[in-house]
Nanobody, 119 residues
Framework: QVQLVESGGGLVQAGGSLRLSCAAS????????MGWFRQAPGKDREFVAA????????SYADSVKGRFTISRDNAKNTVSLQMNSLKPEDTAVYYC????????????WGQGTQVTVSS
């Protein structure tokens, strides 16, 4: 049974930092892409960042480029999202997701972790 468990959310002031982690288990993710998405109240879920498990290739939404960094730790089976220079508009529930690289879709999702940035 695949499980993605997020942690690290919380309340932070604008300009501050948070680090989210996603612990992945239940299968081999070697040919998978791991992503972070977020959903703010009243808005659609949106892509934030992704990393391929094998080669570590990354991609980011324009809104977070230069502020957020995604990384993976193959030994610990975790994916992290370092978020710096946080803005109130980054407030959302953040979700970890996993999907086959070639499928271009995410099959597995975590339960989400709340990030709140105060102004």
């Amino acid at each position: 049974q695949v499980q993605l468990v997020e942690s690290g959310g919380g309340l932070v002031q604008a300009g501050g930092s948070l680090r989210l982690s996603c612990a992945a288990s239940g299968r081999t993710f070697s040919n998978y892409v791991m992503g972070w998405f977020r959903q703010a109240p009243g808005k659609d879920r949106e892509f934030v960042a992704a990393v391929t498990w094998n080669l570590g290739r990354t991609s980011y939404a324009d809104s977070v480029k230069g502020r957020f960094t995604i990384s993976r730790d193959n030994a610990k089976n975790t994916v992290s999202l370092q978020m710096n220079s946080l803005k109130p508009e980054d407030t959302a529930v953040y979700y970890c997701a996993a999907g086959p690289v070639r499928a271009l879709k995410y099959d597995y999702w975590g339960q989400g972790t709340q990030v709140t940035v105060s102004s």
